[in-house]
T-cell receptor
Framework: DTAVSQTPKYLVTQMGNDKSIKCEQN?????MYWYKQDSKKFLKIMFSYNNKELIINETVPNRFSPKSPDKAHLNLHINSLELGDSAVYFC?????????FGPGTRLTVT | AQTVTQSQPEMSVQEAETVTLSCTYDTSENNYYLFWYKQPPSRQMILVIRQEAYKQQNATENRFSVNFQKAAKSFSLKISDSQLGDTAMYFCALRDLGAGNMLTFGGGTRLMVKP
C-alpha cells in the first residue's frame, strides 16, 4: 500500500541522454511535487503541480519538464543530462497540512 | 522569500537520553505550517511532526515534541528517550500557504544516537 511510489530507484546514465522518472500517488491529493536533494543533502523544490496549475521554480533549467497525465501521476523528464544533474530526486504529494514523499530516485550522470 | 535555518549540522546523544534540534525560520506570512522530517540511511523522507502556526499548543507525537515560538520564529524538535533507530538526518521545513504549498527546507541536522 505504498502511498507515493517512484520508478526507478536508481538511474545511471551518460551525459547528453534523455531520461524520465515516474511518480504515482494513491492518497487522493490534488497537488504533487518534485524536489532535488544534492550531494550535501540540501533539499530544494523544483515544481509544484495540481490539476490547474504548474508552478515552476525559476532556478530549474528548462531541460527539466514535469508531465502529469492525471491527478495521480507526475513524471519528470530530463533532456540532455549533465554531470551536475546527479542527485536524488523526490516526488511528493500533499494537501495544505501534510506532504508525503516517495522513496527517491538516485540519478547518476557519468 | 522564506528561509529555514538549522544551525546544528551534527549532533549526538546517548541512547535513552533527550536531545533538542534547533530550527529558525523567516516568513512574511501569518498563516503557515512547520514540519520536521526524518531521513534515515534508507533515504526515505518520513514526516515526524507538524505544527500549525495559528495553534499556540505545541504538537506532540509520542517521543517527539516541538517548542514553537512564533514571535521568535523558532521551531525546535525534542526527542525523548532516544533510540538507536532515531539515527538519521532531520530536516525542518516551512510551508507558506501563499507559496503554492511548496516546502522550504533547512540544511538538516545529522543525529547520531550512541548505544
Amino acid at each position: 500500500d505504498t502511498a507515493v511510489s517512484q520508478t526507478p530507484k536508481y538511474l545511471v546514465t551518460q551525459m547528453g541522454n534523455d531520461k524520465s522518472i515516474k511518480c504515482e500517488q494513491n492518497l487522493g491529493h490534488d497537488t504533487m511535487y518534485w524536489y532535488k536533494q544534492d550531494s550535501k543533502k540540501f533539499l530544494k523544490i523544483m515544481f509544484s503541480y495540481n490539476n490547474k496549475e504548474l508552478i515552476i521554480n525559476e532556478t530549474v533549467p528548462n531541460r527539466f519538464s514535469p508531465k502529469s497525465p492525471d491527478k495521480a501521476h507526475l513524471n519528470l523528464h530530463i533532456n540532455s543530462l549533465e554531470l551536475g544533474d546527479s542527485a536524488v530526486y523526490f516526488c511528493a504529494s500533499g494537501s495544505s497540512y501534510e506532504q508525503y514523499f516517495g522513496p527517491g530516485t538516485r540519478l547518476t550522470v557519468t | 522569500a522564506q528561509t529555514v535555518t538549522q544551525s546544528q549540522p551534527e549532533m549526538s546523544v546517548q541512547e535513552a537520553e533527550t536531545v533538542t534540534l534547533s530550527c529558525t525560520y523567516d516568513t512574511s506570512e501569518n498563516n503557515y505550517y512547520l514540519f520536521w522530517y526524518k531521513q534515515p540511511p534508507s533515504r526515505q523522507m518520513i514526516l515526524v511532526i507538524r505544527q500549525e502556526a495559528y495553534k499556540q499548543q505545541n504538537a506532540t507525537e509520542n517521543r517527539f515534541s516541538v517548542n514553537f515560538q512564533k514571535a521568535a520564529k523558532s521551531f525546535s524538535l525534542k526527542i525523548s528517550d532516544s533510540q538507536l533507530g532515531d539515527t538519521a538526518m532531520y530536516f525542518c521545513a516551512l510551508r507558506d500557504l501563499g507559496a503554492g504549498n511548496m516546502l522550504t527546507f533547512g540544511g538538516g541536522t545529522r543525529l547520531m544516537v550512541k548505544p
